[in-house]
């Protein structure tokens, strides 16, 4: 397994949790991580994303200012933590790992440019 998701559970509306997803080195090293969802009967969507250096981080509309995504290159882990949690982000959380280190916007935020998907972790917000 090269992509180890977890910390996915039941939270009520307004809590938080914190995703994190252990990559092998060879998945890590150089590549910009992502965190995608897919909810039952939706399309996977885009989430969060952080290049190599830890340096910029992009967010979707539907969850900035609530999420924070993070990496720590000395682990191999890229982190996702989640306040503020509405039902609506009821889903199962995917991180995956971009075929570049510092992809442009458009590059960042499409699912058919990463190379490498963890097995996803399920989240699920009660109103």
């Known amino acids: 397994v090269q992509l180890q998701a977890s910390g996915g559970g039941l939270v009520q509306a307004g809590g938080s949790l914190r995703l994190s997803c252990a990559a092998s080195?060879?998945?890590?090293?150089?590549?910009?991580l992502g965190w995608f969802r897919q909810a039952p009967g939706k399309e996977r969507e885009f989430v969060a994303a952080v290049t190599w250096s830890g340096g910029r981080t992009f967010y979707a509309s539907s969850v900035k200012g609530r999420f924070t995504i993070s990496r720590d290159n000395s682990k191999n882990t890229v982190y996702l933590q989640m306040n503020s949690l509405k039902p609506e982000d009821t889903a199962v959380y995917y991180c995956?790992?971009?075929?570049?280190?510092?992809?442009?916007?458009?590059?960042?935020?499409?699912?058919?440019?990463?190379?490498?998907w963890g097995q996803g972790t399920q989240v699920t917000v009660s109103s």
């Open positions: 080195q060879r998945t890590f090293n150089g590549r910009a």
């Open positions: 995956a790992a971009h075929r570049w280190g510092f992809p442009i916007l458009s590059s960042i935020v499409n699912a058919n440019e990463y190379d490498y």
